[in-house]
């Protein structure tokens, strides 16, 4: 299954950097993927669940004040961009539900929630649940 989760999380990686609002772009400066265990009590008892955590560089602009008005400008039409992009993937055309804590929780076979902070993107996603969708993938790369 790691190789599996690894393989998404590479996915997701081009995804979120390929999002542009209006020129306004966000990198992925490190990754963070482990699996969960039973040592993290009050999380989803199955045993291929992981967690990954997309961090953002906050800019390659030096100038303080026009980070500034980019940022304020574009970095929420951005942010919603993301979570919209990602609602659509993790969905499979179900509703989620966004919890107390301000993340969308989804429950279904794929993911359990996602949560964007601004300056990261958590998923906790069970990769058996996606294996349909790389299989379909690769068909279409070998073109049947």
Do not use: H
């Given at each position: 299954?790691?190789?599996?989760?690894?393989?998404?999380?590479?996915?997701?990686?081009?995804?979120?950097?390929?999002?542009?609002?209006?020129?306004?772009?966000?990198?992925?400066?490190?990754?963070?993927?482990?699996?969960?265990?039973?040592?993290?009590?009050?999380?989803?008892e199955i045993e291929y669940c992981y967690?990954?955590?997309?961090?953002?560089?906050?800019?390659?602009?030096?100038?303080?004040?026009?980070?500034?008005?980019?940022?304020?400008?574009?970095?929420?039409?951005?942010?919603?961009?993301?979570?919209?992009?990602?609602?659509?993937?993790?969905?499979?055309?179900?509703?989620?539900?966004?919890?107390?804590?301000?993340?969308?929780?989804?429950?279904?076979?794929?993911?359990?929630?996602?949560?964007?902070?601004?300056?990261?993107?958590?998923?906790?996603?069970?990769?058996s649940g996606f294996i349909g969708d790389?299989?379909?993938?690769?068909?279409?790369?070998?073109?049947?």
């Amino acid at each position: 299954m790691e190789d599996i989760a690894n393989l998404l999380v590479d996915k997701w990686k081009v995804i979120i950097e390929s999002i542009y609002v209006k020129d306004f772009s966000k990198k992925v400066e490190s990754v963070n993927l482990f699996r969960m265990d039973n040592y993290y009590n009050g999380y989803p008892e199955i045993e291929y669940c992981y967690k990954v955590t997309f961090n953002f560089e906050f800019s390659s602009i030096s100038d303080p004040a026009k980070i500034a008005s980019i940022y304020d400008t574009y970095a929420r039409e951005w942010n919603s961009e993301l979570e919209k992009t990602f609602i659509v993937l993790f969905g499979d055309g179900y509703d989620c539900t966004i919890d107390e804590y301000q993340s969308y929780v989804f429950g279904n076979e794929k993911v359990d929630y996602m949560k964007n902070q601004g300056y990261r993107f958590i998923v906790q996603f069970y990769p058996s649940g996606f294996i349909g969708d790389i299989r379909e993938d690769k068909l279409k790369e070998l073109g049947i």
